[in-house]
């Protein structure tokens, strides 16, 4: 592991159940096994990131398999690196869905990472030989040219911090919204929806190595799965309790489109 202080940018060395640098600052390792690297000055809110219900929500549709498509595209690109024994940082890793099958396939070391402690805290009880932190993607709480390959679906990230924990010519799958994706959703909610932009496949310090679009329209099944499925996206607070009620009632049909890209890291 390659922790640094997001205090002070000191190392971060093991110590019992504490992470500490030379500096003396501390930060507790939580009874599910994972750190808090996201300081109080640096937060946003105070409870930045998913919620306990859309961390619920999000936690039961991928568990049920729904996005299990795209789980498997970015495995099997990952493979496709024939990296041994990579080591892997999951950035806004959420519950830790994607992290704990990218492991699995690879057979890496992984290191997952969000700014919502309940998720983290969730992932880390979970899949306790994963290991994970609460950090900001903005202020990667990791020494310089940390990793293999990293992934992104969906999270914000900034190019500079990218640049400076993958490893030279080391890989980054990201994971973009697709032109068409959730659009149905889109046309109940606005009076001329658009589409999302395609991904121009640029990325100061890295070269695109492969872009692909994956589609296929979903279909969910009546009651919790529909519900679950529209507190998880982030139009669920464009609906009204009753809409949410009838689609959860009737069952969600909505066009599933990512962007996957690869890029790899510049010397």
Known sequence: MHYECPICRE??????????????????????GYVNLLPVNK???????????MMAARRTFLQAGLY?????????????????????????CGEGYYSQRLQQATGGI?????????????????????????ASAFDMPFVANSFDLMLKIFAPVAAAELQRVCRPDGYYISVTA??????????????????????????DGFILQHQERLQWQLQ????????????????AWKFSTEQKQHLAQQGVSCELDFCIELFQRQK
């Open 11 to 32: 190392a971060l060395v093991l110590d019992g159940r504490q992470w500490r640098c030379q500096q003396r600052h501390c930060f507790d390792v939580a009874k599910e």
């Open 43 to 53: 937060k946003h809110s105070l409870s930045p990131g998913d919620n306990q219900q």
């Open 68 to 92: 299990q498509p795209l789980s498997d595209r970015i495995n099997t690109l990952a493979v496709s690196l024939h990296q041994q024994m990579p080591d892997i940082l999951d950035i806004g």
């Open 110 to 134: 992984l290191q997952g990472m969000d700014i919502s402690k309940t998720a983290v805290r969730y992932a880390a009880k979970r899949y306790p030989d994963l290991q994970f932190c609460v």
């Open 178 to 203: 697709g032109p068409m994706h959730h659009f149905a959703l889109k046309q109940l909610i606005y009076a001329e929806p658009k589409e999302h932009p395609l991904s121009a496949g640029q990325l």
């Open 220 to 235: 969910t099944p009546l009651g919790e799965l529909s519900s679950s499925f529209l507190q998880m996206t982030p139009y």
